[in-house]
C-alpha cells in the first residue's frame, strides 16, 4: 500500500485487469465479427498463466514485469495511430504511478528530465482524502455527485517553462468494495457528511484509513491548458493584494513565461504620476522586475520630452511590439535607445501602455534575449487579461491612498482608535443630513468622568548639551575661517577681525543674538566673498581650504552643524526607540480595557491615557481596570528604561534619560478641540492636572537641589497614602521578576506653585 500511495486514504488499493478481461470475455462469447473473437481469444490466453493480473496486486515492479503484456492487452484502448497525438497513459487509481505512455506522453516526460518526478497538483492531503470518499459514495452508494477536485499535472517542458495538464480520468475499469467487517455509513450519516465537506476527522471517522477495497486501473487523458492556468494564476496573482503586506508575487516571471511560452523574460512595470508627469517604480517590485526599456525612458529624456511623451500616449495609446531588433530600420539602429537594447541583449520586446478612459495609468515591458519571442500574437493574448491588469492596479491605487490615510492618522492626529467611534457617529450624521438636503451642525466631541494616567521619560540635561555643542560648532567654524584668512591677503583683516569679536563672546560674554548676528555676517560678506575668491585666481592651497569649509556649513543656515547633528540624530533615536516601546505595550493595555491614549515627542516620550466608561460604553467598567493600567503603565517605563540601556552605548552622543509617573485620582473631562485638531482638557478645574503635569518636569525634592526625577530610577509622584500602598505593591512584584532593585526612596516634593502636598516613591532599577 505505501509504494502505491503517498498520502493517506480509506482505499486498500490493488492494481487489476479483471474489469478490461471480462469486457473481452464478452466479446469472446457475443460478438458476431469472427476477427474481433478471436482477437478477444488470443489476448485472454496471453494472460491465462498470469493470475495477478485478474485477480490484482501491489508489487508494481509487476507493472515493468507484464509490461509487454500489458501493452498488448490495452492495444484497444491506445491505438496506435494516436499514439503521437494523444497524452494518455493507464493509471494506479488516484496515484501519481503510470504506465503504458502513448508515445507524446513519453516524449513529454522524457523532455522534463529524468529527475523529474509526475506529481499531482495542490491537493491537500485532507481535501484528498475526503475526495476519495466521494468516489466511493459514487461507486458504491451510486450518489450523483457532480463536483469533484480538477487535477493537474505540472510538467517543464525541454525549455523550462512550464506547461500544466489537466487531466480526464476513465474510471471504467476500477471497482470499489468495503473489507470484510468494514461498517458500511447508512443512507442518513452520508447525508450528514456530504453537509459537513470540509470536516476531515468526521469522513475519517465513518470511512477510516484502509477499510475499502479499490481494484482495477484508470485511463488518464492530459489536455495541454498551459494558457489557461497560466491565466488563471495571473488573475489569482493580481486580485491577492493583502492590504496588510503589500508584498509582490515571486511565481509571476514564471507565470508569464508559461503564458506566453517563453523560456527567457523580464517583465517591467511602472505606475504612471498623473500630477508630475512622471513614470515611477513600484518599491514592492524593484527587486524582482527588470525594466531595461523603461529605465532608459525616465532616466535619459528629460522632463519636456517625457511629458511630451505621455501626453502623446493618452491619446495614441499603441502597444510597440518588436519580434527581432535586426528588423528594425538603420534610422532607429542608430539611436541611444537601440544601444540599450544591445547593452542588455534584448532582441525581442513588447512595451504596453495600460490606459482607461484615455488616461495612462502605467507601462509594462516584456523583453526577451531569444528573438521572435514576442509577435502579434503574444500582444493579443494580452486582452484576456487586460482588465484584471486594470482591476489591480485601481486597487492598489486605492489600497495605497488607504495606507496613506492610516499612516497620516496614526502619525498626524490625534484621533484614537479607540474614540474614532463617536467621531465617525457624528460624520455619518452629518453625511445622511446633506444627502437629505438638510444642514446639521457638527457637535463637539468630549468624554467625561476619566482616570487619567500620565508618564515620561526624559532626556536629561539636553538643552545644555546642545548649547555647549553649538559653542563647539561655531568655534570650529571660527577656527577654520581663521585658518583661511591668515593664507589670504590683506583685504581680509577686517573679516579676522570680527571673527576675533564673535570668539571673545561667545566663550565669554555670549548674548541672545549673538548666533544670530554671525550668522549674517556669514551670509552678507564673508560667504560672498569666499565664493568670489573661489571664481578668481588664488592660490590651490586656498581653494582646496575654502571647499572644505563650505563642505562642512549646512547650508539653512551658513553654519556648522555637525555637533549639533550627532545629538540630533541621537534624541531622534533614542525617541522613536521609546515611542516603539511604548506602541507595542499599547496593543496588550487596549486589550484591558478600551481607552484614549496619545504621546508625544520632544526630548524624550511622554504620554498620556484616559480611561473610563465613556470611552467604551458598551463594555463593562470597574476600578480594577484602572489598578491593571497602572500596573501596566509602571512595568512598560521600565522596559523602555531597559530597551534604552541596551542601545545608549550606540548612541552618537551619549544620553540619560529620566522616567516619571504622575498618579491622579480625580477624573477629568476631555475634548477635542477644532483649532488644534487634538484632545485637551476640558474646563478651569480640569486643567489643575496639566499644570501639575507641567511643573513636574523641573522640580525638586523638597528642601533640596536634587531632581525629583534620576537617569536610572523610576520616580512615582502621587497625592495621599493610598497611592503610595497601591504602588509599593506594583514595586513588590516587579522586584520579585528582577527589574527593580530594593532601594525605594521615599521622598516629598518641593512646593510647586499653587500646588503643594506632592508626595513621591523612586527605585532604582537591576
Known sequence: ?????????????????????????????????????????????????????????????????????????????????????????????????????????????????????????NIDDDEFYVFCCCLILQAYYKRDIKSSLPFYYDIPNKQGIMKHYKITVNSDFTEVYPTEGTKIPSEEVVDMLLENLDDFKLWKKYFPSESWILKGFTIISLVDCTSEVALSDLKSSMISIDPENLAPDENLIEIFKSYFDVSQLNFGLMLFNKKDQRLEKLPIYENLFTSHILDFWINT?????????????????????????????????????????????????????????????????????????????????MEFFSDMILFSLNRFSFEKNYQIEAIIQREYTSIHDSVVWKF????????????????????????????????????????????????????????????????????????????????????????????????????????????????????SEVKAKIKDYFAQVFTQTDLFYASRKSLDDSITLVNRKLADVLDEAQIQAQQIFPHYYERFKSDGIEHNLYIGQNISPDLHYHSKIVHKLRYWQLKTICNMELEFRNFRKDLPICLDIASLIFVYNEKVDIRFRMDEKRFDVDGAYNSYYEIIKKRLDKAHVKDSADRITCPGKITIVYFGMENQREYLDYVNKLQKKGILKNDIEFLRVEDLQGITGLLALRVSLA
Open 1 to 121: 500500500m505505501a509504494n502505491l500511495y503517498k498520502k493517506d486514504a480509506p482505499f486498500q488499493v490493488y492494481i487489476s485487469f479483471k474489469k478490461y478481461l471480462d469486457v473481452l470475455e464478452h466479446i469472446r462469447y457475443n460478438d458476431r465479427l469472427e476477427y474481433r473473437v478471436n482477437y478477444a481469444q488470443s489476448l485472454i490466453d496471453k494472460t491465462k498463466n498470469f493470475r495477478e493480473l485478474r485477480d490484482g496486486f501491489q508489487d508494481i515492479s509487476l507493472l515493468e514485469k507484464h509490461e509487454e503484456l500489458i501493452r498488448l492487452l490495452l492495444s484497444d484502448l491506445f491505438p496506435t495511430g494516436l499514439t503521437n497525438n494523444e497524452i494518455k497513459a493507464a493509471s494506479i487509481p488516484l496515484s501519481n504511478i503510470t504506465f503504458n505512455y502513448t508515445e507524446r506522453f513519453k516524449n513529454i516526460l522524457r523532455d522534463a528530465g529524468k529527475d523529474f518526478e509526475i506529481e499531482l497538483r
Open 301 to 381: 529624456f528629460d522632463d519636456e520630452t517625457r511629458r511630451a511623451t505621455f501626453t502623446n500616449l493618452n491619446h495614441n495609446s499603441k502597444p510597440i511590439v518588436v519580434s527581432h531588433i535586426e528588423n528594425l530600420d538603420d534610422e532607429v539602429k542608430s539611436l541611444p535607445s537601440f544601444r540599450i537594447l544591445r547593452d542588455n541583449s534584448i532582441n525581442s520586446f513588447m512595451v504596453i501602455p495600460i490606459v482607461k478612459d484615455n488616461e495612462l495609468l502605467a507601462m509594462m515591458e516584456f523583453t526577451s534575449p531569444v528573438a521572435n519571442s514576442f509577435n502579434g500574437l503574444k500582444l493579443k493574448k
Open 424 to 539: 465617525r457617529n457624528e460624520a455619518e450624521k452629518y453625511f445622511n443630513a446633506s444627502l437629505a438636503k438638510k444642514i446639521y451642525t457638527l457637535k463637539q466631541i468630549s468624554f467625561k468622568n476619566l482616570t487619567p494616567l500620565f508618564g515620561f521619560s526624559d532626556i536629561r540635561s539636553s538643552s545644555e548639551k546642545r548649547f555647549n555643542l553649538m559653542l563647539e560648532d561655531l568655534n570650529q567654524q571660527i577656527e577654520c575661517l581663521h585658518e583661511i584668512f591668515t593664507l589670504t591677503n590683506s583685504d581680509s583683516e577686517k573679516y579676522l577681525l570680527a571673527l576675533d569679536i564673535f570668539e571673545n563672546e561667545l566663550n565669554n560674554e555670549i548674548k541672545a543674538d549673538s548666533e544670530q548676528r554671525f550668522q549674517r555676517l556669514l551670509r552678507d560678506e564673508i560667504h560672498p566673498y569666499l565664493q568670489a575668491k573661489l571664481e578668481i585666481k588664488t592660490s
